[in-house]
């Protein structure tokens, strides 16, 4: 079999095929921005294919292909685990059994487990890579508890990660902190790397208007939140990394002098767990929990809102949902992060981070203040507009494209590297 690529590209529409080493779709992180990366070259005229794990949701305007499953682990969804190596193994395979049977231009993997087969693979087929960076692989096992700094394996998973980070060609990087992290901890060359910040659809998510005053009254009820009560909304994984333990401890401070707020807690997983500690915080009436939220049915829950909490710890990972609080006009507490501060700039209300009497503080004082969270809301809802578009993202991504293919760009006009961010 001749693997070598028979003709160079003559079209200036790519044939993609996009590894994601996922139970993708699933409602959140970094799913939704596969799904957007994804819908937007579509939308540009691209033909795009994703290889994924057998678990997770079809989407139907999508050509998604899926692992063989295996019969000991049906249910993974989320989280580092050792059942990942066989998944991954799998995902391998299928990428394989892809590329011997399909022409595609280019590879875009997502993870570093993605680049590592793309790496593999793409040197085989001789397609070019484009690695899109969502975060430190061996930080992230650490904040989910997988993997310890002091272990056997913690040094050669480091090593590994910084093989695939030196050996991908090109890098999309999900915020301007995590091209800094390549940059200066793990030693990349900048010149490989180009920053390419989670964006949000603003028309879907937008704010609370007239007509949607309606839904929202409707969906306090049927959660049983009073009309007048003060609601703080949190939509994503429920996690210790994420900061889900630390929300629940600053509700219980809040709930004492404000009786009439109620924390809208929305995801999943490990959902009884943090029921059960609301119980034992003595918060469980003024916590409401929904488990798993469809990402369709996102915007309308977010209205519930009165403003968003954002408590992730983790220092390396993006932070999507600040977008989603942003076009929606919900004025945020965050921990002070650098991902933090790229994506809410001067408009963001920041506790010290891991710091439950400054989180409950800064919440406090956003539900005291009307006018404030008014402001606030305006200007990230304008900040959300004026820097994070996905249509305007997808054309960057195909300047990346036709760099890895030596292809001219059909986007002539714009830059192959991202605007720095404005960052307030």
């Known amino acids: 079999m001749d693997i070598q690529q028979e003709n160079p590209i003559s079209s200036r529409h790519y044939r993609v095929l996009m590894i994601a080493p996922t139970s993708f779709f699933s409602d959140y992180g970094c799913h939704v921005r596969i799904l957007e990366e994804a819908r937007s070259l579509q939308q540009l005229g691209h033909s795009v294919t994703i290889v994924t794990y057998r678990n997770g949701r079809n989407v139907p305007d999508l050509d998604i292909r899926r692992t063989l499953p295996i019969p000991w682990r049906q ?39 993605g680049a590592l087969i793309g790496l593999v693979l793409g040197r085989l087929f001789s397609l070019p890579l484009v690695f899109d960076f969502q975060g430190s692989l061996t930080e992230e096992m650490i904040d989910h508890h997988f993997l310890r700094r002091n272990s056997a394996v913690y040094r050669p998973l480091r090593r590994l990660e910084e093989w695939i980070d030196h050996a991908s060609p090109l890098v999309l990087t999900s915020s301007s902190n995590a091209e800094r992290i390549l940059v200066e901890e793990f030693r990349c060359d900048p010149n490989r790397i180009r920053a390419l910040p989670d964006c949000v659809d603003t028309t879907t998510f937008a704010p609370l208007s007239a007509e949607t005053m309606e839904q929202r009254l409707a969906d306090r009820q049927r959660l049983g939140i009073p009309v007048d009560a003060q609601v703080i909304a949190y939509l994503g994984l429920l996690a210790e990394y994420q900061g889900t333990d630390l929300l629940l401890q600053a509700m219980q401070r809040i709930y004492q002098t404000h009786p009439n707020a109620y924390l809208l807690l929305m995801g999943f997983p490990r959902v009884e767990y943090y029921q059960n500690m609301a119980q034992q915080l003595g918060i469980a009436e003024r916590v409401i929990f929904t488990g798993r939220i469809p990402y369709g049915e996102a915007p309308a829950y977010l209205r519930i809102g009165d403003i968003a909490a954002a408590p992730k710890l983790s220092l390396t990972e993006g932070a999507g949902k600040l977008l989603n609080y942003m076009a929606l006009g919900l004025p945020t507490v965050a921990f002070d992060t650098s991902v933090a501060r790229e994506y809410l700039g001067a408009s963001g209300v920041y506790a010290e981070r891991g710091n439950v009497e400054s989180l409950a503080a800064k919440l406090t004082r956003l539900l005291d203040d009307d006018e404030s969270r008014q402001a606030l809301g305006k200007q990230l809802r304008q900040r959300a507009i004026d820097l994070y578009n996905w249509q305007r993202a997808a054309h960057k991504i195909v300047d990346v494209y036709a760099e890895a293919t030596g292809t001219a760009s059909p986007y002539p006009t714009s830059s192959h590297r991202v605007s720095p961010v404005d960052h307030g």
């Open 75 to 113: 249910h993974y969804e989320v989280g580092s685990s050792r059942h990942k190596v066989v998944f991954d193994a799998l995902l391998g395979f299928k990428t394989l059994q892809l590329m011997a049977t399909q022409r595609f231009d280019v590879i875009h993997a997502h993870l570093h487990e």
